[in-house]
């Protein structure tokens, strides 16, 4: 049986928790721009992520307690651009395999889009695996990836 965790959407109350997380250097070698936000910064692009309808972000919870984050971003009318973290404690386990998928369900009943796409580091093959255990392919639909990034991507189907 694989593993299991529940997605929620964002709250205000979660800014000090996902500004701690995007600041851990664990999460920040894996993550496109390799670097620290302030809290200025992080502040305005929570405020905003919020508000906004191209943005969503939820809370990955393994029973009840908060362990990473899964966001979409609407790159154009028919993709939807996913990044996903958890934290190190819990890699390994399936988790992130488990909120791809219950993320990628969630925003493909949100959104009208035919693909969800990931852009992962070359260096990042944990992370490639998880997309590809997760049911994603390989391929490079939408927006182009930012140097030094293999593409994936999860069509929507016709029957679901």
């Not at 996903?84 to 404690?89: E, H, M, N, R, T």
């Amino acid at each position: 049986m694989s593993p299991t965790v529940a997605i929620r959407l964002a709250r205000a109350s979660d800014r000090d928790l996902i500004f701690g997380w995007r600041n851990d250097p664990f999460i920040v070698a894996l993550g496109s721009s390799q670097r620290t936000v302030t809290w200025e910064e992080h502040s305005r692009w929570f405020a905003d992520a919020l508000a906004s309808d191209d943005r969503v972000v939820y809370v990955i919870e393994n029973r009840g307690e908060p362990i990473g984050q899964v966001r979409f971003d609407r790159a154009d009318s028919r993709h939807a651009i996913i990044s996903i973290y958890v934290l190190q404690a819990w890699t390994g386990k399936g988790l992130g395999v488990s909120a791809i998928r219950a993320g990628s369900a969630a925003i493909l009943q949100r959104w009208d889009v035919d693909a969800i796409v990931a852009h992962v580091r070359e260096d990042n093959a944990a992370g490639a695996a998880g997309f590809i255990k997760a049911g994603f392919g390989e391929s490079a639909p939408g927006p182009a990836p930012p140097p030094e990034h293999r593409t994936f991507a999860l069509a929507r189907t016709t029957d679901g």
